[in-house]
């Protein structure tokens, strides 16, 4: 396959990867270049893209087809961060992933991380108020590269899935590396949601979605 082949070929498997992840909502990135690659008929020799250039596409199919649901569904996300992130406030909680790059579709639960010295903090605190949810871990990546096991706690606001990585003071300071790009993770704080919001046409971003 000569270059020029070959640089088509990548054009067309991001496409397709950024397609199949929207269509089919999937969040795996990995699992969806390899699904576009045997639709392609692509040899397993061909050098995958890299995860940066797929997110990049899937917010490029999104406003090119997702239409009013993709807005109404990105809406709705960052919304509940803010009414999430005010409720947690004492947890100085930052939105993060699909909802803070604007990749997002029907697959994309909102993604936060709080910070406390005991992750059990954040269970009392849900636990006092009557709300359900569950615990999990992640692992994380970050960039002196160690990976640590965090702490989340999954619950639902509304019809939107929430996940909650609860990090100590060195993750505060040290931010993990997105999956997407390898940089530090994007952490938005209330003030910059609100203007994402605001950006999209929303005259009173606080309101309850």
Excluded: W
């Excluded at 990867?17 to 969806?32: K, P």
């Excluded at 020799?45 to 239409?67: C, H, K, W």
């Excluded at 999990?136 to 970050?142: D, K, V």
């Amino acid at each position: 396959m000569g270059k020029r082949s070959a640089s088509l070929a990548g054009v067309d498997l991001v496409r397709e990867t950024a397609r199949i992840l929207v269509e089919e909502r999937l969040t795996d990135y990995r699992l969806a270049k390899q699904k576009a690659s045997q639709r392609l008929g692509l040899s397993l020799r061909t050098a995958m893209p890299a995860n940066s250039d797929i997110q990049a596409a899937v917010l490029e199919y999104q406003q090119l087809f997702g239409g009013d649901a993709y807005h109404t569904q990105l809406r709705r996300m960052r919304k509940t961060a803010l009414e999430v992130m005010t409720l947690l406030a004492d947890f100085s909680p930052r939105m993060v992933g699909a909802a803070a790059t604007g990749a997002a579709h029907g697959g994309h639960r909102l993604q936060l991380h709080c910070f406390a010295d005991m992750a059990e903090a954040l269970d009392l605190f849900f636990l006092e108020r009557g709300i359900t949810f569950e615990t999990g871990e992640r692992r994380y990546r970050f960039g002196d590269g160690r990976t640590q096991d965090i702490p989340l706690l999954h619950f639902n606001a509304g019809d939107v899935g929430v996940d909650i990585a609860i990090f100590d003071e060195l993750g505060r300071r040290q931010k993990p590396l997105s999956p997407a790009d390898g940089q530090p993770v994007q952490r938005l704080d209330r003030a910059r949601v609100e203007a994402l919001l605001r950006e999209d046409g929303d005259d009173d971003p606080r309101a309850v979605a």
